[in-house]
Every structure is written in C-alpha cells, then in structure tokens.
C-alpha cells in the first residue's frame, strides 16, 4: 500500500514511523510545505511542489518566525490546484495522512483525498484521552464519520482518568528502538545530568540552570550538561553564560549549542539522568531519544510527550515553570544510585514494549485501514 504523508517538515519524529512502514511491507511518501535536506538510505526523500503565484505574495507579505526563532513554515504556502491534482494522480496514494489539518494546502489535500478516494488520517498533538466537550465530540464525530476518516496523535493524555471518546481517536506513539546494550552509568564517578532544550524562553533551558545551581549546593557528585540550538550572540544563550561564569563549580556545567546530530547518541549515552524543562511543547522526541539510551526522564506536564513516562518507573513528570518541584524531582532521583539505574533500565523496557517499529505499525494500521 502506498501511505502519504503531508507534513510541514521532515521532523525527526517522522523517521521511524516510516521505517516502520517499509518494514511492513508498505511504500510512502512525503509531501512537504518547505524543502528540506534530508538524505538518508533507508528513508525516502521528501516531495514538494513550488507555491502558486498566489501563495507567494501572501508568504512575502506575512513572514513567519516561530517562538524559538526559528524559520517557520507558512501558513500560507500552498502549491496550484493542478500541480496537487497531477501529483496525487501520479502517485495514487490509498492512505492520506495530513499535518496540519486547518491550512488552505491541508483542505485542498482533503478535497483530492475524498475525491481519489484514500483513506484519510488527520495528524495532530492533541491529546487523545482527555475531557471533550460534548458539541465539539458530537461535531468531530460528525466530520470523521461523514469521510470515515481518522484522528491521530502521538499523544497519550490520561487513559485513566479519561476514557477513548471515540473508536476514530488513535494513539499512534513516536517509535524508536533501543540505541544502547548493557550501558554503564556514573561516568567519572558523577550522576550527570542532560537537557537537551534550545536557548529560548518557551523551552526553558535556565530553569534547569537555576535547579541545578540549588542541588549543586547540597550534592557535589553531580554535573550538567545543557545543549540546544539558539543564537550564540542572544541574549538568552549569553545570560546562561554570564550565570555560570559567577559560579564557584562552572567546571561542573557544560553549555553547549548547535552540536551537529551525529554527536548526540554520545552525549545521550555519557549521561544518567534527562530533564526537558519547556513551557511548550506539544509532544517532543528528546524525551524517548534519551530513554532509547537508557537515562532516567523528567519533562513538564506541558509536554506531550510526558505520556511516555511511568511516574516513578523510568522518570517524573514536573510542573512547567515551577523551580521548586522540578528540584525535588531530581533530588529524588540522584540522592538514591541504584534506583537511577532502575529508572534507566525501565526506559529501555518500555522503549520495546510500546514504541517497538514493526508491532506499533501493525496495530496502527489494523486500526485505520478496514
């Protein structure tokens, strides 16, 4: 079956989905708001078609910067109607998965979904158990039945506080395999600690700063690491600098930025513990790379993603924005070794019982193709 996807970039997020897909059997593409680069053996690249004439003066005259400073996609990029029509006919697509779903390009890749007849996947952050309204359940309901279409999130939420609302809401979770075997823990005799966070307010980077400077004072065992992508002249990235050269331990904080990917796996696996202190992130993929290499999680209730963690399992769940339990989440976890080394442990098992490529894939599929 040939699986596409629309999608605003080539998110990282979006690579073990798709080998999971070939694994069973499955062809699939990717049609993209913005070109990219990536290029990679076991992947397929990436399709995009030039913005109509249209499209382009309403992107020139609406430039788009995202929170983190970072070059956004536009919400006003769409190609011509027959350049869309030709590449649908072309490839003859029998699943559509579409993200974003409310842009002028999202509702045209609808139009010639239903009118190809595909099977139609709507793809989002929302969280899949959660309190629904009643008009907006009933109206959602409506929509998808009426396309016999599908919803689906990397998302968790509460299934135990919330049940499913409907059969068409699917938790499809990030997959990644274990990246580590029998890893050790402690290098240099430290607890080291990670964020991987850019240098910018939304993500929160200085909060683990400030935390760390406070558990500094009671543990000396421990050491941070700090890295993430930014303005190495902003003035967030200079004022964590600034902070840490007043420190008496600055030998004990690292602050690194724009390290290129391929030194990542190493940092993960050198380190014991990951922290992820955003204000903002719909579902981040930091939080399962850092299980894949066996630490021990903490991100904010904020993050979608905290669906991945088992509280006091393989990690904790902080609040976004609050110094102090963020502290004594940490504290918890350093002050006992072993537990540490639990918790890390337990990431991995996870890592293969719920985010594992071929059967997540399998169950996906089975769920929205009938």
């Known amino acids: 079956m040939k699986i596409l996807f629309v999608h605003h970039r080539y998110h990282t997020n979006l690579f073990n989905w798709f080998r999971g897909f070939r694994q069973n059997g499955h062809e699939v593409k990717l049609l993209v708001y913005k070109p990219d680069t990536v290029n990679l053996p076991d992947l397929p690249e990436s399709d995009y078609l030039p913005p109509s004439r249209w499209s382009m003066r309403k992107m020139e005259r609406n430039p788009r910067k995202r929170g983190d400073g970072v070059d956004s996609f536009s919400p006003y990029y769409y190609p011509s109607f027959k350049s869309l029509y030709r590449y649908f006919k072309e490839q003859k697509p029998k699943l ?75 938790y499809f979770p990030f997959l990644i395999q274990p990246q580590v075997e029998n890893r050790t823990y402690f290098k240099g005799g430290k607890v080291n600690i990670l964020c991987v966070a850019k240098y910018y307010t939304s993500k929160n980077p200085g909060l683990m700063l400030e935390a760390f400077i406070k558990l500094r004072q009671e543990f000396e065992d421990i050491r941070l690491t700090i890295c993430g992508t930014g303005d ?24 690194l930025i724009n390290q290129p990917l391929t030194r990542m796996s190493g940092l993960y696996a050198s380190h014991d513990i990951f922290v992820l202190p955003t204000r903002h992130d719909p579902a981040s993929f930091t939080v399962l790379e ?81």
């Open 290 to 370: 850092a299980m894949a290499h066996g630490l021990a999680v903490l991100t904010t209730d904020v993050d979608g993603s905290s669906g991945y963690i088992e509280e006091g399992k393989n990690g904790y769940i902080t609040r976004s924005g609050d110094l102090m339990h963020l502290i004594e989440r940490v504290k918890a976890i350093i002050q006992d070794r072993q537990r540490l080394e639990s918790f890390g442990e337990y990431s991995l098992e996870l890592l293969k019982k719920e985010h594992d490529l071929w059967s997540r894939v399998e169950c996906f599929l089975k769920t929205v193709v009938r």
């Open 96 to 170: 559509v998965v579409i993200r974003p779903v409310f842009s002028r390009f999202g509702y045209m890749v609808l139009f010639l979904s239903v009118l190809f007849r595909c099977r139609i996947v709507f793809h989002s952050r929302i969280r899949i158990h959660r309190h629904y309204t009643k008009p907006k359940l009933l109206v959602f309901k409506f929509v998808l039945g009426i396309l016999n279409a599908y919803w689906m999130s990397p998302c968790k939420g509460n299934p135990e506080k919330y049940p499913l609302a409907s059969k068409r809401l699917v």
């Open 232 to 255: 190495e002249n902003g003035e967030y990235y200079e004022n964590m600098v600034k902070r840490k050269e007043e420190l008496p331990f600055a030998e004990d904080i690292r602050l």
